[in-house]
């Protein structure tokens, strides 16, 4: 027998007390355009990009009836209706937010801008203003104090490896209240489809796949129950360990790396483990090709497995962004 992997073509299916307040603008008041300032950066030790959206009137010069200037009022500007920065320390951002009666559309599409991740409005959210005053929030805080509940889509990469630790990053941010639902599937989605790997033993005889399905029976135990796994598992190739994690967690398991001669596709593991989460398991036990797809609703402190992939490890991943 051996190993065999083909490449299909499939749609695969985050300072001060806050003063916060929203209000819905199906009647918005009547008010002048507004524009965003551009972004400014900050020397270290962080890193800040703001913006403001503020209204601004001007009035025009009077002229005589000799066609001379009788006098030019200086430009006016509005304090800005909100404004949005955002300060990195080692890697991790903290928001400043401050808003008067600011349409929440606006703010989210700064927020999805300068945190470079996807911020999706619940449908009853589209029609807020918010009213928010923060300064130096993590992301966790400020998203709550800015929608009743938020909701965070995580990719977190496996830990077990000596040189790469295990990565927690936010994906995709939900600002819903308590009658929206969070799409099944996030918008990160769009970004892992494509080519995906099928990985499978091809036996000589049906007699010999037959015995190889009892060995494994023994040789590869996988539980998971009340949220937590127990694993028995001895000299079985990593993929099918994977697919069996998935199929106890009710997740989707697909291997979308390209690279056929990838660490994690053909790798062997015999592993003891039990009573640890999802999140234990990647961290701790997964090698770094593995991602693991997890949402977490802050508010009921609730969180769910989406999906369990083989992605591209970070060290390749790190060479295909190095600009020539």
Known sequence: ??????????????????????????????????????????????????????????????????????????????????????????GVPFLTVRAKKAPLTEVAAELERVLKVPVVLGTNMKKQQLTADFEDYNLEAAVKALAPRPVLDYEISGGGDTLHPSRKKVVSIYLLDADDKAPQEGPWVANKSGMQMLVGMIYDSEAEEKAAVEVKKQELQVNYS???????????????????????????????????????????????????????????????????????????????????????????????????
């Open 226 to 324: 009340d949220g937590l796994f127990t694993l028995r598992i001895y000299k079985q190739f990593l993929t099918d360990v994977l697919e069996e994690v998935a199929g106890q967690a009710h997740v989707p398991f697909a291997i979308l790396t390209q690279n056929g001669s990838q660490k994690e596709i053909d790798q062997m593991v015999t592993w003891n483990v039990s009573g640890v989460s999802f999140e234990e398991l990647v961290n701790t036990w997964f090698p770094n090709g593995v991602r693991l797809y997890w949402r977490t609703d802050l508010v009921n402190d609730v969180s769910k497995p989406l999906r369990l992939t083989i992605e591209d490890r970070e060290d390749v991943q790190a060479v295909q962004n190095v600009t020539p």
């Open 1 to 90: 027998m051996f190993l065999s992997f083909v490449l299909l073509l499939a749609t695969a299916t985050v300072g001060g007390a806050p003063s916060v307040a929203l209000q819905d603008q199906t009647k918005p008041e009547q008010s002048k355009p507004t524009t965003n300032n551009p972004v400014s950066v900050s020397p270290t030790p962080g890193v800040t990009k703001s913006a403001a959206g503020q209204g601004q009137s001007e009035v025009k010069p009077t002229v005589d009836k000799a066609g001379s200037s009788a006098g030019q009022k200086a430009v006016q500007q509005k304090k800005p209706a909100w404004t949005v920065s955002v300060r990195e320390n080692f």
